[in-house]
T-cell receptor, first 116, second 115 residues
Framework: NAGVMQNPRHLVRRRGQEARLRCSPM?????VYWYRQLPEEGLKFMVY????????ESGMPKERFSAEFPKEGPSILRIQQVVRGDSAAYFC??????????????FGPGTRLLVL | GDSVTQMEGPVTLSEEAFLTINCTYT??????LFWYVQYPGEGLQLLLK?????DKGSNKGFEATYRKETTSFHLEKGSVQVSDSAVYFC??????????????FGQGTTLQVKP
């Protein structure tokens, strides 16, 4: 009965490198959300995906960030040419999305990205 | 736009004390309201939720009532334990602005319970 899985749990990158964060939703869930938590702040919505579709990316920075959720495999959040300001905890959540705004989202343990 | 405001922390209490963490919101429509808890180094866990006005969510001794007239969803517990020490997040999902289910979070309130 695995929950939402994220890997890696910790990721260290130097400025200019790429970061790839993976998220496997709970079994039976086909909707994935990504959130970012900056130090001492709450979580901010980044993107909402269904299988093979980006539904809402209104929280994604315009450059360097991208997300996908392929038909097979985990959802990927990709950050190109990382900068120190990208250092944060990135959380993935999944839901069965049977009732949209009333639905509970289940969170993974997060990936803590540190950019040196 | 939608927003959630929580009381600032940290909140420090002695074991068995009464807890209140205030949460107020601004929303376009009639949102669902949530409390999530985050233990150190972990992800968020749903604590309770309410999806319409006057609903009361409850779990593990925690309660919160959806008050539309005061746009509030305050978290309460009658007797806290050391194991309740964590960060608590109030959140909403507003169908009036987007029915995708995305959550808008407050800034979080750190609770420290001392033995």
């Amino acid at each position: 009965n695995a929950g939402v899985m994220q890997n890696p749990r910790h990721l260290v990158r130097r400025r200019g490198q790429e970061a790839r964060l993976r998220c496997s939703p709970m079994k039976g869930h086909s909707h994935v959300y990504w959130y970012r938590q900056l130090p001492e702040e709450g979580l901010k919505f980044m993107v909402y995906l269904q299988k093979e579709n980006i539904i809402d990316e209104s929280g994604m920075p315009k450059e360097r960030f991208s997300a996908e959720f392929p038909k097979e495999g985990p959802s990927i959040l990709r950050i190109q040419q990382v900068v120190r300001g990208d250092s944060a905890a990135y959380f993935c959540a999944s839901s069965p999305q049977t009732s949209g705004y009333q639905e509970t989202q289940y969170f993974g343990p997060g990936t803590r990205l540190l950019v040196l | 736009g939608d927003s959630v405001t929580q009381m600032e922390g940290p909140v420090t209490l002695s074991e068995e004390a009464f807890l209140t963490i205030n949460c107020t919101y601004t929303a376009t429509g009639y949102p669902s309201l949530f409390w999530y808890v985050q233990y150190p180094g972990e992800g968020l866990q749903l604590l309770l939720k309410a999806t319409k006005a006057d609903d009361k969510g409850s779990n593990k001794g925690f309660e919160a009532t959806y008050r539309k007239e005061t746009t509030s969803f305050h978290l309460e517990k009658g007797s806290v334990q050391v194991s309740d020490s964590a960060v608590y997040f109030c959140a909403l999902s507003d169908p009036g602005s987007s029915n995708t289910g995305k959550l808008i979070f407050g800034q979080g309130t750190t609770l420290q319970v001392k033995p």
